[in-house]
């Protein structure tokens, strides 16, 4: 199967930058895409960013201009780098990957979160 360990989270103030990190391993044998999500309090998961194994990226409109994906693919390592945090930003993010193992069909696979709060 496939593993995604979290890194990077944390207490920032508003106007700091953080920097998640997520590094898959398993026996993954293609890698459609790979993003983050989170899920506020109350809230539903919702996407922050997602980059392709093409190297297209998306993001949603309130982390635009703010936050940057990016990937390492020979260590199947993907990264967020979030500038100018807000409080809204505070949500548990969570890593995703969107591929293959050996022998399985195509799916999603989830890290375990990690907290990222904002706060003065």
């Known amino acids: 199967q496939v593993q995604l360990v979290e890194s990077g989270g944390g207490l920032a103030q508003p106007g700091e930058s953080l920097r998640l990190s997520c590094a898959a391993s398993g026996s993954i044998a293609r890698i459609n895409a790979m993003g983050w999500y989170r899920q506020a309090p109350g809230k539903q998961r919702e996407l922050v960013a997602i980059?392709?194994?093409?190297?297209?990226?998306n993001y949603a409109d309130s982390v635009k201009g703010r936050f940057t994906i990016s990937r390492d693919n020979a260590k199947n390592t993907v990264f967020l780098q979030m500038n100018s945090l807000k409080p809204e930003d505070t949500a548990v993010y969570y890593c995703?990957?969107?591929?293959?193992?050996?022998?399985?069909?195509?799916?999603?696979?989830w890290g375990q979160g990690t907290q990222v709060t904002v706060s003065s």
């Open positions: 980059t392709t194994s093409g190297g297209s990226t």
């Open positions: 995703n990957l969107d591929g293959w193992v050996w022998g399985s069909n195509r799916r999603d696979y």
